[in-house]
């Protein structure tokens, strides 16, 4: 079966722009969660939604990020004003959420904000 | 200081030797353990996870888990040039709907 898409593969931006990223979870799965992977660091928790709620948003660095998800499927997660420090590779992940303990990957978004 | 440390190499290793990769963390309250795979320019897809402290094999991977010390390892036997890749531990403290808290990786080089 199809695995988790992600949309654009690669963004190239100016700095103060906004952009948006879209995640095509796995059909089923309820748990979806944005990471964030910048040169020599791991993944970056940023935020995670059960259905179509999120519980946590701990992990987004400022009120220039915010995501959505409708109908418990695609999600898009958007930064406004775009920063050069925005630079990353964003991830998104999901899995069929209580109890499970596999997050399955995509192939993530290559961010570059000149 | 991070919650979870790992060195990120580059470690080079020969076709056939035996690979040992690690992490250390400093938050008693995890208690699942994974290590996940990335190839470059590819998401990250999970190889091993494990609970109690103790080791567990799968092919020729083998997961160790020390609490007492809150460290971890991977070791992957006969490491072939396949095995080139970015190792990420990561772990969290409650299984599900719960983020994971993902060391930097350690980039393994496996020559032929």
């Known amino acids: 079966g199809a695995g988790v898409s992600q949309s654009p593969s690669n963004k190239v931006t100016e700095k103060g722009k906004d952009v948006e990223l879209r995640c095509d979870p796995i059909s089923g799965h309820t748990a979806l969660y944005w990471y964030r992977q910048s040169l020599g660091q791991g993944l970056e928790f940023l935020i995670y939604?059960?259905?179509?709620?999120?519980?946590?948003k701990s992990g987004l660095p400022s009120d220039r990020f915010s995501a959505e998800r409708t109908g418990g499927s695609v999600s898009t997660l958007t930064i406004q004003r775009t920063q050069q420090e925005d630079s990353a590779v964003y991830l998104c992940a999901s899995s069929f959420g209580q109890g499970a303990y596999e997050q399955y990957f995509g192939p993530g978004t290559r961010l570059t904000v000149t | 200081q991070k919650e979870v440390e790992q060195d990120p190499g580059p470690l080079s290793v020969p076709e056939g030797a035996i690979v040992s990769l690690n992490c250390t963390y400093s938050n008693s309250a995890f208690q699942y353990f994974m290590w996940y795979r990335q190839y470059s320019r590819k998401g990250p897809e999970l190889l091993m996870y494990?609970?109690?402290?103790g080791n567990k094999e799968d092919g020729r991977f083998t997961a160790q888990v020390d609490k007492s010390s809150k460290y971890i390892s991977l070791f992957i036997r006969d490491s072939q040039p396949s095995d080139s890749a970015t190792y990420l531990c990561a772990m969290t403290m409650v299984m599900g709907f719960q983020k994971l808290v993902f060391g930097t990786g350690t980039r393994l080089l496996v020559s032929p």
């Open positions: 494990t609970y109690s402290s």
């Open positions: 939604f059960q259905g179509n709620s999120a519980p946590d």
